[in-house]
């Protein structure tokens, strides 16, 4: 989708800082970030939210997964660390491409806003 902001830096046509980068997933620091390690997993496909993945995709939510877990381990996150999806209005996304948060770096405070 040539409007969405994260198709366009998964195609190298909007420049990010990329941690990470396979056929399936790419990896790449926030612009904004919240904590001194955010980064933001995202599949290459573009799916506008986790409620929109359909079933027959489920094997890419497993390796949205499994890259926050290599990229903690590879980022050093060893005291934890939390990923996050925020879906839909209610849930406070703002960009309509499904991506995971990996936050780390500092103590995580709960509930979340
Ligand atoms: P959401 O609120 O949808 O869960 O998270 C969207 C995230 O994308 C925000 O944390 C925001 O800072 C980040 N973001 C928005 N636009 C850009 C961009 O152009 N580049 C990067 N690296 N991050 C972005
Ligand atoms: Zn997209």
Redesign the pocket.
């Known amino acids: 989708m040539s409007d969405c ?1 994260f198709c366009r ?1 998964a195609a190298g046509e ?1 420049p ?2 990329i941690l990470h980068s396979d056929e399936a997933v790419i990896a ?5 970030p ?1 904590a001194p390690t ?1 980064v ?1 997993v995202v599949p290459r496909a573009h799916h506008t939210s986790l409620a929109d993945v359909p079933p027959g995709e489920d094997a890419t939510l497993g390796r949205l997964l499994a890259t926050c877990r290599e990229l903690a381990a590879v980022l050093g996150l060893r005291g934890g660390y939390r990923v ?1 999806v ?1 879906t839909g209005a209610d ?5 309509s491409h499904l ?1 995971l ?1 990996l936050l780390g770096g500092r103590a995580m405070s709960w509930p979340p806003g």
């Open positions: 902001i830096i909007v990010a800082k790449f620091a926030d612009v904004h919240q955010h933001l996050v925020n849930g406070g996304q703002t960009v991506h948060h």
